[in-house]
């Protein structure tokens, strides 16, 4: 027997069996926004970049947040660990917003950061 996503029983009820499941995922999606730096320049080899992210997980996985800086060609230049303990630039312990501090590499450039969630 195949699924079908929209049944007779819902159709009769007029609920829409899609519409459904995209709010039971969207609602359980784990993700991070809201990310920000507290600097965009700094003294090459020698300031530190703090880093922030809201991360949003309502079902409560286990997750892990990394930054991950690449210059301008696409090449990873270092990746740092985010830490939701109030000690890392993210406000209080445990209160969904995590925070990191990069150091800026020893060359001047334009460099990108993205956050890779890991659950």
């Not at 079908?4 to 359980?28: E, F, K, N, P, S």
């Not at 090449?75 to 969904?96: A, C, I, P, T």
């Amino acid at each position: 027997m195949r699924k079908l996503w929209l049944t007779r029983d819902g159709a009769a009820h007029g609920v829409d069996d899609v519409v459904q499941r995209a709010i039971q995922w969207i609602t359980t999606l784990t993700y991070a926004h809201n990310t920000a730096l507290d600097r965009y320049y700094a003294r090459p080899g020698v300031d530190s970049v703090r880093i922030t992210t809201v991360l949003t997980n309502p079902m409560h996985h286990t997750a892990a947040l990394s930054a991950i800086v690449t210059d301008n060609l696409g090449g990873v230049r270092d990746s740092v660990l985010f830490y939701n303990d109030g000690l890392h630039g993210d406000g209080s312990g445990g209160d969904s917003v995590w925070g990191c501090r990069v150091r800026a590499p020893s060359d001047e450039g334009i460099y990108d950061v993205s956050i890779r969630l890991m659950i």
